[in-house]
């Protein structure tokens, strides 16, 4: 079944920030409209991680937000995240969600390749991400997925579809046009000089798109 909270800008945490320094960026991306978090940390140790996931759980649940967690099922069970964000060497779809059970969101990446998303979609994925929409600042060798990309699964999948990749408030239209649910971003987002004001932006260009 369709998840209609799932559409707009999705917040995924930058690395090489402290703990204390991301809680204030992600509160201020809460309260500038961003509904979707995802705690996405390759680099702190397993504490840090789950100090970090704790505190993004209790704001994410201040202000009615989703938190997902990249990688790790058993941190999103720990801290009891709304789901998980899984790539192609992060394990089998149709194991987690067996164990995420029915009510977790599990989110799977799907670089360019849309059989890839129509599989992840029939092991129980809720939501397909495709990218990287432009040159990323944070992964600069990702695979590149063309605007028709997100025009074909947009018209072609049973399920949200999410950019990733160098999205911009300044390129990000024509994503929305073709149908795209949800917007991944990191670096436009977090090295805003304004993070609250930058997810309001975000939003607005949902919110002008359609209901
Ligand atoms: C929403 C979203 N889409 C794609 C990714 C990338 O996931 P993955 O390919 O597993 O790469 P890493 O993030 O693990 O480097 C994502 N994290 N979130
Ligand atoms: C994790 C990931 N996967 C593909 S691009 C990317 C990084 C997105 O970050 P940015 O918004 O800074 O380009």
């Not at 709304?82 to 194991?95: E, F, K, M």
């Not at 969600?97 to 849309?114: F, T």
């Not at 399920?159 to 929305?176: D, E, F, K, R």
């Amino acid at each position: 079944m369709r998840r209609p909270e799932l559409r707009g800008l999705y917040a995924v945490t930058p690395e090489s920030t402290d703990g204390a320094a991301l809680l204030r960026q992600v509160e201020a991306a809460l309260a500038g409209g961003c509904r979707i978090v995802q705690l996405r940390d390759k680099e702190s140790r397993m504490s840090e991680r789950l100090a970090r996931a704790h505190a993004l759980r209790a704001a994410t649940r201040r202000h009615g937000a989703l938190l997902l967690i990249n990688d790790d099922l058993a941190l999103c069970q720990l801290v009891d995240a709304d789901g998980v964000h899984l790539g192609r060497d992060d394990g089998d779809l149709h194991i987690a969600r067996a164990i995420l059970g029915p009510g977790r969101i599990l989110g799977a990446s799907c670089y360019a390749d849309l059989d890839a998303a129509r599989s992840a979609i029939a092991a129980g994925a809720d939501y397909v991400a495709f990218g990287a929409a432009f040159a990323s600042p944070t992964k600069p060798d990702a695979a590149s997925a063309p605007l028709a990309l997100y025009t074909r699964a947009c018209a072609e999948l049973d399920a949200p579809v999410c950019a990733i990749g160098g999205i911009t408030v300044a390129n990000a239209a024509p994503l929305i046009d073709a149908g795209v649910d949800l917007l991944a971003v990191i670096t436009d987002l977090f090295s805003a000089p304004d993070i609250e004001a930058r997810a309001n932006q975000y939003q607005r260009l949902f919110a002008k798109a359609r209901p």
